[in-house]
């Protein structure tokens, strides 16, 4: 055999090992070179791992291999999906969180405030309330480590850990101002998913659903009885699912059966694999089917959310009132890949009743993106009224967002109002009741803004400062430079007239970061419900039965 054959046939083994070793891996049958899809694959595996061997081999500095694959396999997954993702052995521990809701930190919302990890949000019953923590208190060492210039991800990874066992912590609170150290236990207590239910009109119930963790449908469907207890003769029913991010999926369909008949088809999962496709109906007798309904939804609405507000309109049960839905209508799985790694991949859509997908076809920097109703394909209710897919649930009401003002946003994200409610609970000497907080004293804030030398720059201040930096040294800036300073004083006396045109608005955040202080998530959400405009729109509707029917048909 002459050297050119030997050589040939050497490269012909190789090609075969590698269609092998591809079908194996990929679970195909293998028939020699008739599968192009095969051949493409072992074709690609053996230039990724060429290209791969000369970096190392040849690239000028000396390369980290992990970091190398690592930076190629996000490439990879980044290409399909925002929730297709490789999961490595250092991240695996954040990932395992347990369906039943529990959490396995301390029990408070963190965030980096002043270069420190901060208490912003506590939860009822947690580990950081037996040990009398509260919002507001810095943590500045774990376990006798340093939290200054940590990234909340960095400070979080020292947080979590094994239910039940201990953690130290260094504690500075700002009012009265102290500093000590408290010892607690992680995790083991269950966040409450339905934080508030109650009336909003003497007639018309209202539940806040904030996640889909375990016992979703059992507590929706209490917090309804407890609604028809205290008013039989209630005319309507508000299920606020904005800003709820979704969770799990049999928690959607116990959801919908609060309202939905037994044995109705709530979602279907359909993939590549045929055999995986799955149907989930209803199994429970229904609390109520007639009572008028409406669901609030918005952009934050996803996954679980959308199955259940989609559900709600593909079957003419209620009225959907708000903005367009997020669009996550997929199905993840986890596959050990080898090494305590992990790919979480997208193996099935969700569908609806009427056949639609509520996922979102286009994508920008991770988020979906809104197409036109022209590009998305028409579907039927039961009532055979039009609905669309690709892309969320488009609600029957739709709303305007309200925005906040530029300076309103200043002030909550330099966190100008909560190192102001700081202050003002630490003066409270008794607990204040819910129905009761209300906030008035707007000079004494403005006053405390002032001593935290709060400012922002308008958009308008912004561009003028880029101005500057292109034509600072041009003879056409020294033209116009008298003009932008008295822009810029101009600018300064409108945004200290903005805080008092704001003022309600600012009122409300206040009254809103206290509420929530004394009575976690429920104070929250009930602070705000009388002057919500999607909330009064629904007890509108659901006040009106000719309205609501002409909705449905």
């Known amino acids: 055999m002459n050297s050119y054959n030997k050589e040939h046939t050497e490269k012909m083994k190789k090609h075969i090992y590698i269609v092998l070793g591809s079908a194996i891996l990929f679970g195909m049958s293998f028939i ?78 963190m965030k980096s405030i002043d270069n420190y990890l901060t208490i912003i949000e506590t939860f009822e019953n947690s580990s950081v309330i037996e040990a009398g923590l509260q919002a507001g208190d810095q943590i500045i060492e774990i376990n006798g480590l ?57 007639d018309v119930g209202y539940i806040s659903l904030t996640t889909f963790t375990a016992n979703a449908g059992k507590n929706v469907a209490k917090a309804f009885k407890d609604l028809k207890k205290e008013n039989p003769s209630m005319t309507g029913v508000i299920l606020d699912l904005r800003n709820n991010g979704g969770g799990l999926l049999r928690e959607a369909v116990n959801v919908s059966n609060v309202f939905i008949p037994k044995n109705e088809k709530i979602v279907s999962t359909k993939g590549k694999v045929i055999e995986r496709d799955q149907s989930y109906d209803t199994k429970n007798e229904p609390i109520d089917l007639d009572l008028p309904m409406a669901v609030l939804i918005n952009k934050k609405s996803a996954s679980a959310s959308e199955i259940v507000s989609g559900v709600i309109q593909d079957l003419d049960r209620g009225i959907l009132i708000g903005q367009r839905s ?47 109703d022209d590009e998305r394909s028409t579907f039927k209710t039961k009532n055979g009224r039009p609905v669309l897919d690709g892309g969320g649930v488009t609600p029957d009401v739709k709303m305007e967002v309200v925005l906040l003002d530029p300076i309103v946003k200043a002030l909550l994200d330099e966190n100008v109002i909560f190192k102001y409610v700081n202050k003002y609970v630490s003066n409270q000497k008794d607990t204040l009741d819910l129905k009761e907080i209300a906030f008035t004293d707007f000079q004494d804030f403005k006053g405390f803004a002032n001593s935290e030398n709060f400012d922002f720059n308008l958009e308008l201040e912004n561009s003028l400062e880029k101005l500057k930096d292109i034509e600072g040294e041009s003879t056409y800036y020294s033209m116009i430079e008298s003009q932008i300073g008295n822009i810029k004083t101009a600018l300064k006396s409108k945004k200290d007239e903005s805080l008092d045109k704001n003022k309600d608005q600012i009122l409300l955040e206040i009254e809103k970061e206290i509420a929530g202080r004394y009575y976690f998530k429920k104070g929250e959400v009930f602070s705000t419900l009388d002057r919500d405009p999607e909330v009064n729109k629904a007890i509108d509707l659901l006040s009106n039965n000719s309205t609501y029917n002409q909705l449905l048909k």
């Open 32 to 109: 020699p070179f008739q599968n192009d899809k095969l051949f493409e694959i072992s074709k690609n595996i053996e230039i990724f791992v060429n290209v791969y061997k000369e970096l190392n081999a040849n690239y000028v500095d000396d390369l980290d291999p992990g970091k190398l694959m690592r930076t190629g396999i996000d490439a990879m997954v980044k290409s399909l999906d925002p929730y297709t993702n490789f999961i490595s052995e250092s991240q695996i521990e954040s990932y395992r969180i347990s369906d039943d809701g529990t959490y396995n930190g301390i029990g408070a919302q």
């Open 146 to 202: 340093s939290t200054k210039g940590k990234t909340k991800e960095e400070a979080d990874a020292l947080l979590r850990g094994v239910n039940g066992t201990s953690i130290n912590l260094k504690i500075s609170r700002p009012y009265p101002s102290k500093t000590f150290d408290v010892s607690l236990e992680r995790g083991g207590f269950i966040a409450s998913n339905v934080p508030y239910s109650g009336f909003v009109s003497d």
């Open 326 to 372: 997020y669009g996550k209508g997929l199905v993840q799985n986890q596959k050990e890949v080898g090494y305590n790694s992990r790919v979480k991949v997208t193996t099935s859509k969700y569908y609806i009743p009427s056949g639609r997908c509520i996922q979102s076809v286009e994508y920008a920097n991770g988020e979906p993106v809104d197409i036109s």
